[in-house]
């Protein structure tokens, strides 16, 4: 190619080419090839981690905005997860979001609206969006903790059962009671019994020479004298499990729980509340459009008053039956054949009940009633929450109960 020769004389045809590819800037009327912008894409007043994190949630939800509009509406728990309301819980729009971006909206021209802003404006719209998820949370999480509370709970009972009813455990205490008066004899120490959280000093005691414990003279008297009441570890094994659960964090776990109850119940009075004002704002609307409608669409007699000419006898139907009807005692099949009331002259396959043939698809349509009967089956919010409560509050003061017990049985201890 360095061998081409630039200067040689070939003709071009520059009319023709400006014709075909040079712009024409000067007219930027409709015919101009430039085209127009188009215009950007809307983009919310979120912030740029915030709307991320909108994005991120929304990816894993993996499903249309409206499909979660509905879900949370009719607290769908087949389609949203326990994992899904948790992570909704961290991405509810504000009411400042959804205004701002509403506003933008109602600009001529505001763009394409993307998946984070649709999910703004129509779950952020949704009435009580954040009573709703909160006490659909609540709802996910009682049950886990309300086990966790009775488990530990029961924990305690059984081992503070194990140590009242431990008749051997009582006398090695008072062994231990014994000996420490007659160490204090002839001084004012001598006392008449000591609480459990002193017993721990049988250890902290030392010998003279230093080398052991009060706690290794307790149990070598038991081993000699008394090895009837060296049975008492194992019937305090329950003691092992309760010994690491205090008693302070089961009180404030089901205070936590009692509270959260409560908060389920408010807030099912707030979504309630307006859910029943939607209503009553649907149905005013409903009855101001029928209203309307019938004031505007019902026509005038004197308008729509027509005369009616006489009826003419048909002469002969389409299923081949004549208007005036055969004889008494007759019948006529489509054929036209008359019938003398015995069964005879008609044709079967012509014949009114005969046998249906298999509708195709009918295994579908079978199938999609099922569906459709499920969903009306399917409880509205309110009366999921409902029923939730009616099963969690005697649960709870249940719980309240057991807890008091329980504390009364640590008292005894004391």
């Known amino acids: 190619l360095a061998d081409i020769d630039v200067e040689a004389n070939l003709s071009l045809d520059l009319e023709l080419l400006t014709q075909m590819f040079q712009v024409d800037t000067s007219n930027k009327g409709p015919g ?39 879900a949370i509406l009719s607290m769908n728990t087949d389609i949203l997860s326990p994992e899904h309301i948790e992570a909704l819980d961290s991405i509810i729009p504000t009411q400042e979001e959804v205004q701002g971006l509403a506003q933008e909206v109602l600009l001529p021209e505001h763009g394409e609206v993307l998946e984070v802003e649709q999910y703004t404006l129509k779950v952020g719209k949704i009435p009580k969006i954040e009573e709703r998820i909160r006490c659909w949370h609540a709802v996910n999480t009682f049950g886990t903790t309300w086990k966790e509370v009775a488990v530990k709970l029961d924990t305690l009972q059984r081992g503070i059962t194990a140590v009242l009813n431990c008749q051997s455990f009582k006398k090695v205490l008072a062994m231990i009671l014994n000996t420490g008066n007659t160490l204090n004899k002839n001084t004012n120490r001598v006392l008449k019994g000591f ?23 307790i149990a070598t008297v038991v081993q000699k ?15 092992q499990f309760a010994k690491d659960i205090a008693l302070k964090d089961v009180e404030a776990m089901v205070k936590d729980v009692a509270t959260q109850v409560k908060q389920i119940q408010r807030d099912l009075k707030l979504i309630q509340s307006e859910e029943e004002a939607e209503k009553r704002k649907q149905d005013a609307q409903h009855n101001k459009d029928k209203t309307t409608a019938e004031g505007t669409d019902k026509p005038k007699e004197d308008e729509t008053k027509e005369e009616k000419p006489d009826p003419q006898p048909a002469k002969s139907c389409t299923i081949g039956i004549q208007a005036d009807g055969p004889e008494d005692g007759e019948t006529e099949d489509n054929n036209g054949k008359k019938d003398d009331g015995n069964g005879e002259g008609g044709e079967t396959e012509n014949r009114v009940g005969s046998e249906a043939k298999p509708v195709e698809g009918k295994g579908e349509q079978d199938g999609e009633t099922e569906d459709k009967e499920k969903e009306k089956k399917r409880p509205t919010f309110v009366e999921a929450v409902q029923s939730f409560l009616q099963k969690a509050t005697p649960q709870v003061a249940l719980m309240q109960d057991t807890f008091t017990a329980t504390q009364a049985m640590v008292q005894q201890l004391r």
């Open 32 to 70: 101009s090839p430039i085209r127009k912008k188009a215009a950007p894409a809307l983009q919310s007043k979120l912030d740029g981690k915030r709307r991320q994190k909108f994005g991120i949630v929304l990816r894993f939800m993996k499903m249309s905005v409206d499909q979660l509009v509905e």
């Open 195 to 217: 609480t459990v959280t002193d017993l721990h000093k049988v250890v902290s005691m030392k010998s003279v020479d230093n080398q052991s414990t009060l706690l290794t003279y």
């Open 225 to 239: 004298k008394h090895p009837d009441l060296a049975v008492f570890p194992t019937v305090l094994a329950a003691v």
